[in-house]
């Protein structure tokens, strides 16, 4: 019996919320680094973590992002599990973006690197 699309997209779903034990740790910094993404994607997840926004709300609040690149960065996100994309059947449609649990736990290192950066550059 073949799986709906709704059902495969919902088991990718659950499969990027529930975090997995490793037995060993390898150097998971490309991984993690694949995961993020491109330069944009760490000003979203710094909006992100305040709480939920919209697509308008997102490119007022990072300074010099275009359209594409926003929404690029979103959908990239979004595909890794990291934020998820809730739409609103309104006219027009409203959409908002939060982070996933997977995407919180993203904070402690960003924040780490905030740190250094402040004290290093």
């Known amino acids: 019996m ?42 979203v997840l710094r909006e992100l973590f305040k709480g939920t926004n919209r697509f308008g709300e997102l490119q007022r609040k990072i300074n010099g992002i275009n359209p594409k690149s926003l929404t690029d960065t979103l959908r990239h996100l979004e595909s890794q599990g990291v934020l998820e ?12 973006y939060s982070l996933t649990p997977k995407g919180q736990d993203l904070h402690r290192i960003l924040k780490e690197m905030k740190l250094w950066a402040a004290k290093w550059t």
Do not use: H
């Not at 990718?12 to 995961?35: F, G, H, M, R, Y």
């Not at 994309?85 to 908002?96: F, I, K, L, Q």
């Open 2 to 43: 073949s799986m709906s699309k709704l059902e495969k997209e919902n088991r990718a779903l659950i499969k990027n919320d529930i975090p997995k034990q490793p037995a060993v740790i390898e150097c998971s910094i490309e991984k993690t680094l694949d995961v993020i993404g491109g330069k944009w994607s760490f000003l």
């Open 85 to 96: 994309r809730t739409a609103y059947p309104t006219v027009p449609v409203t959409v908002e």
